[in-house]
T-cell receptor, first 112, second 112 residues
Framework: GESVGLHLPTLSVQEGDNSIINCAYS??????FIWYKQESGKGPQFIIDIRSNMDKRQGQRVTVLLNKTVKHLSLQIAATQPGDSAVYFC???????????FGAGTTVTVRA | DAEITQSPRHKITETGRQVTLACHQTWNHNNMFWYRQDLGHGLRLIHYSYGVHDTNKGEVSDGYSVSRSNTEDLPLTLESAASSQTSVYFCASRSGGTGELFFGEGSRLTVL
């Protein structure tokens, strides 16, 4: 079965609000985590990543939080914009393993 | 700029026919992957390769094969297409166990 999963399949957000997308993983050997954004008809695009020796990492308008104790990962998007409407995937791999395992994805819809 | 390209982008075929999806990357990555994407399942790993002449089965490898004769290409072959193989197929490549997995734009395959 899958080792990575998202808590909610859909998320509706008002434009300008902050979005939080959650992800749970089960593999205690997971060492590297990554978030992808996929727009309709396109391949997944990298958003941000985090190693297991960190608990927080920030990018432009995005923050990833990692809680290894409860095996939980979240992606926060600040001031959500219409262009943020997409499917978001979390993925992970173990140390020395080059293949990523993906969750099922959360569809984010931004309301004007 | 380095890139990863897939062809064809769209294909319709009949049950029982052999189909090959091409993947070509100019990143000079040793690690290449094929995923399929279906509604509700996210991205599932079909086959992967860590270098020339290396191939490995992923979680949904039945009915598929790959070959790696050079660094740049990892073609995916469906020996005898089945309707259950109707899906969107993504090729990806990566340099190591951390860092971005670069995706192609996808190949939509319909098996009638």
């Amino acid at each position: 079965g899958e080792s990575v999963g998202l808590h909610l399949p859909t998320l509706s957000v008002q434009e300008g609000d902050n979005s939080i997308i959650n992800c749970a993983y089960s593999n205690s050997a997971s060492d590297y985590f990554i978030w992808y954004k996929q727009e309709s008809g396109k391949g997944p695009q990298f958003i941000i990543d985090i190693r297991s020796n960190m608990d927080k990492r920030q990018g432009q308008r995005v923050t990833v939080l990692l809680n290894k104790t409860v095996k939980h990962l979240s992606l926060q998007i600040a001031a959500t914009q219409p262009g943020d409407s997409a499917v978001y995937f979390c993925a992970e791999n173990a140390r020395n393993d080059y293949k990523l395992s993906f969750g099922a994805g959360t569809t984010v819809t931004v309301r004007a | 700029d380095a890139e990863i390209t897939q062809s064809p982008r769209h294909k319709i075929t009949e049950t029982g026919r052999q189909v090959t999806l091409a993947c070509h990357q100019t990143w000079n990555h040793n690690n290449m992957f094929w995923y399929r994407q279906d509604l509700g399942h996210g991205l599932r790993l079909i086959h992967y390769s860590y270098g020339v002449h290396d191939t490995n089965k992923g979680e949904v490898s039945d009915g598929y094969s790959v070959s790696r004769s050079n660094t740049e290409d990892l073609p995916l072959t469906l020996e005898s297409a089945a309707s259950s193989q109707t899906s969107v197929y993504f090729c990806a490549s990566r340099s190591g166990g951390t860092g971005e997995l670069f995706f192609g734009e996808g190949s939509r395959l319909t098996v009638l």
